[in-house]
Nanobody, 124 residues
Framework: QVQLIESGGGLVQAGASLRLSCSAS????????MGWFRQVPGKEREFVAT????????YYADSVKGRFTISKDNAKTTVYLQMNSLKPEDTAVYYC?????????????????WGQGTQVTVSS
């Protein structure tokens, strides 16, 4: 059974940094793309960042470009989202997701498995 478990969320002040982690069990990440999405109550889930299985292709939402960095560890069992210069508008529940294919994708429909989410709250 595939499980994705996010961690690293919390309450921080604007300008601070957080590092989210997503650990996968039941399936190696080595041949699947991964992504991070976020959702605010009452709004649709939105794309944040994605990385291909090889780690060579990365895409970011315009709203986080230059501030967030997605990466994978060498064993490819954990994906990270380094979030710097956080803003109040980054407040959301952050979800990691495992794609059906090896490519990086910003489309939620391309993802097969989802974590339970971790709350990130940025105060002004």
């Amino acid at each position: 059974q595939v499980q994705l478990i996010e961690s690293g969320g919390g309450l921080v002040q604007a300008g601070a940094s957080l590092r989210l982690s997503c650990s996968a069990s039941g399936l190696t990440l080595s041949w699947r793309g991964m992504g991070w999405f976020r959702q605010v109550p009452g709004k649709e889930r939105e794309f944040v960042a994605t990385i291909s299985s090889s780690g060579s292709t990365l895409y970011y939402a315009d709203s986080v470009k230059g501030r967030f960095t997605i990466s994978k560890d060498n064993a490819k069992t954990t994906v990270y989202l380094q979030m710097n210069s956080l803003k109040p508008e980054d407040t959301a529940v952050y979800y990691c997701a495992l794609a059906r294919l090896s490519t990086a994708s910003g489309f939620a429909d391309d993802y097969e498995y989802w974590g339970q989410g971790t709350q990130v709250t940025v105060s002004s």
